[in-house]
């Protein structure tokens, strides 16, 4: 087989070549990432951060474009959906992402290599998790129902669970686990996630990690709870796993950015939680509607619109109970 006829081969319901062109264009953005936006370490500003995020949301919209005029108007309101939620679930983690950086300690000038090392992990990630999950769906459609189910669920909880100040039991655990169980240094030695230290007065040494692997380590665990929410919600727009995988890799290239432009002011979106609930529930909820009234789902643009306008409210109601109070970074 030639090259030409290999990139037309379909994979997960789409030719090869564009799931090729759209891991290229990731790489690049990582690439340029790290090699040109931040080849030298420093604390990144909120007006940088600003800038990058702008950018990181531009991008995402307009692939959204690209799937639209290629794929159809359907498609590009179902990308646009997943992006606009899974961006949104992103905001509300990141002050599981702030505690963790300020349990362990962290500098700010050292988190975005934490969270770079951490974004290119959670792609490979959401690749596992969103394939298996395409593979499910195609071969027991009930599955649907589940995601519905556990959506509804998953919001409820999210809904009337409390304000946390500490990072929650399951990142603690991992902490003690890795604690517990390998070497760790007490301290940080620059940006090198691994140091060779002495372990007797023979002068032997062992490598050991760092708190800062340590803070990737507990951010790669927690994505993975953060996709149990995430990856239904979007399948539950969706079946197609190029639109599902592609809207949560561009609402997550951003987080980053993202983190630096909000940390400092994060709590003033507190109540975007308890929108960000609701539309869990309402994402789980249609499936069961659309199959009560006898059709395939419930059209996209009726999703982002209910999706939009939840997701607005949330933002303007935080905004307005939490004017003038000062602000209470987690950093």
């Known amino acids: ?41 420093h604390a990144i500003g909120v007006s ?79 690749g596992v998790m969103i394939g298996l999950g395409a593979t499910l769906v195609e071969r027991f459609e009930w599955i649907l129902w589940f995601f519905a189910v556990f959506l509804v669920y998953s919001g409820i909880r999210m809904f009337f669970s409390g304000d946390e100040t500490d990072p929650p039991e399951s990142e603690n655990a991992v902490i003690g686990f890795m604690r517990r169980n390998f070497r760790v240094t007490k301290r940080l030695y620059g940006t090198h996630f691994f140091v ?65 432009a909000l940390a400092a002011t994060i709590e003033r979106f507190r109540y975007l939680k308890h929108a960000l609930a609701i539309v869990l529930v309402f994402i789980g909820s249609k499936i069961v509607v659309a199959d009560m009234l006898g059709i395939a789902k419930i059209p996209p643009s009726i999703s982002l619109g209910v999706t939009a306008v939840l997701l607005t409210g949330g933002v303007a109601y935080s905004m307005w109970r939490t004017r003038g109070e000062e602000p209470r970074p987690l950093l």
Not at 5 to 34: E, I
Not at 64 to 69: D, L, Q
Not at 222 to 241: G, H, R
């Open 196 to 260: 060779r230290r002495p372990i007797d007065r023979h002068g032997r040494t062992a490598l050991f990690m760092t708190p800062l692997f340590l803070a990737l380590v507990v951010i790669e665990a927690a994505d993975v709870i953060f996709a149990v929410d995430s990856v239904p919600a979007v399948f539950a727009i969706t079946t197609d796993a190029y639109i599902v995988y592609t809207s949560n890799v561009f609402a997550i290239l951003g987080l980053r950015a993202l983190y630096f």
């Open 48 to 126: 940088e951060s600003l800038k990058l995020s702008a950018f990181y949301i531009a991008l995402g919209l307009s692939f959204g474009g690209f799937i639209w005029w290629w794929l159809g108007s359907e498609k590009g309101l179902e990308y646009l959906t997943g992006f606009v939620i899974e961006k949104s679930l992103a905001v509300d983690n990141l002050f599981v992402i702030a505690m963790i950086f300020a349990h362990l300690s962290i500098p700010r000038e050292y988190q975005h290599r934490v969270l770079f090392w951490g974004i290119l992990g959670v792609i490979v990630l959401r």
């Open 1 to 41: 087989m030639n090259l030409p006829d290999f990139l037309f081969l379909l994979f997960l319901g789409k030719p090869v070549w564009m799931w090729v062109g759209f891991l290229a264009l990731v790489m690049l953005l990582l690439a340029l990432d790290l090699g040109v936006f931040h080849r030298k370490q």
